[in-house]
């Protein structure tokens, strides 16, 4: 069982940047690969970018591609998504979540969920 807390979101202006943190409690973090996907009002969850065991990674938000960067600390059982150039497209809830095996970018396929963390990017 795994517990996962985002923190990290908030207000920016476009072109702005924030850092998305996803925090763990519960037994082998490390053996997790841990998923950021994100929610905008109306439109479905879609996957942004995952980690793996050994800091291998995937990204599945085209818009995104080239401004982020996810990173993952095994010794504070935390991973972050640090997210650059944003623009208003970028709004939506942001949730982060776990799975044992390989990366996906299919949300069924994660059993751990955090909250979510609100980015709303607007001037």
């Known amino acids: 069982q795994l517990q996962l807390v985002e923190s990290g979101g908030g207000l920016v202006q476009p072109g702005g940047s924030l850092r998305l943190s996803c925090a763990a409690s519960?037994?082998?973090?490390?053996?997790?690969?841990i998923g950021w996907f994100r929610q905008a009002p109306g439109k479905e969850r879609e996957g942004v970018q995952c980690?793996?065991?050994?800091?291998?990674?995937?990204t599945y938000a085209d818009s995104m591609k080239g401004r982020l960067t996810i990173s993952r600390d095994n010794a504070k059982n935390t991973v972050y998504l640090q997210m650059n150039s944003l623009s208003p497209e970028d709004t939506a809830v942001y949730y982060c979540?776990?799975?044992?095996?390989?990366?996906?970018?299919?949300?069924?396929?994660?059993?751990?969920w955090g909250q979510g963390t609100q980015v709303t990017v607007s001037s």
């Open positions: 979540a776990a799975r044992q095996g390989a990366c996906t970018d299919s949300y069924a396929h994660y059993p751990y």
């Open positions: 519960g037994s082998r973090f490390s053996y997790h690969v």
């Open positions: 980690i793996d065991r050994g800091g291998g990674r995937a």
